[in-house]
């Protein structure tokens, strides 16, 4: 089921849809809080959180746009909102999907992932969201737009710039590897 099938915010929601939509993107959109409060019950409230207000405000949702980008949105407002008075925690996670790579290969892959999120903590906090947004929740430029309140041409240049300063680091920490 589609978000347009289930949402119809001139008329209200299907509340088995919202049901649906929930069981969707709970556990991509716990992950992204969890990045930001690095903290499983703060992340686990937030999601709470962020889904009540999604279906108060539904009336809000435009159907010409991604579900899930009004989602993150709420969800990121939800976040900084929590912490607004005291400084957010700066982790980022990244679960590893499985694949049919032998071994070697893949723990080789790993120990790539597990470094540049390592690095990307000594990044900017807009870097390190815009890289998550982009790698981890796989959004689109447009989406990440949206979700960050940027423009795409700033989020191109964010993930550029992001991108390079991870170049640096890696050259830096790893010469031989230039």
Do not use: C
């Amino acid at each position: 089921m589609n978000s347009s099938q289930t949402l119809n915010p001139g008329n209200g929601i299907d509340r088995a849809g919202f049901a649906a939509l929930v069981e969707e993107h709970q556990d991509k959109l716990r992950n992204f809080l969890f990045r930001y409060t690095r903290n499983k019950q703060d992340a686990e409230d937030l999601t709470q959180d962020t889904f009540v207000k999604a279906y108060r405000n539904i009336h809000r949702y435009d159907s010409k746009y991604s579900f899930s980008t009004w989602l993150y949105t709420i969800a990121r407002r939800t976040a900084y909102n929590h912490f607004r008075d005291s400084k957010p925690t700066e982790a980022l996670e990244y679960d590893v999907a499985t694949s049919d790579d032998t071994p070697d290969v893949e723990a080789s892959r790993e120990d790539e992932k597990s470094w540049v999120w390592e690095a990307a903590k000594k990044l900017k906090p807009a870097f390190r969201e815009a890289l998550s947004l982009k790698y981890v929740d796989d959004l689109s430029i447009e989406e990440i737009s949206k979700v960050m309140g940027k423009s795409q041409t700033n989020v191109k240049i964010i993930l550029f710039r992001a991108r390079n300063q991870l170049k640096k680091l890696k050259n830096i920490e790893n010469p031989r590897e230039r």
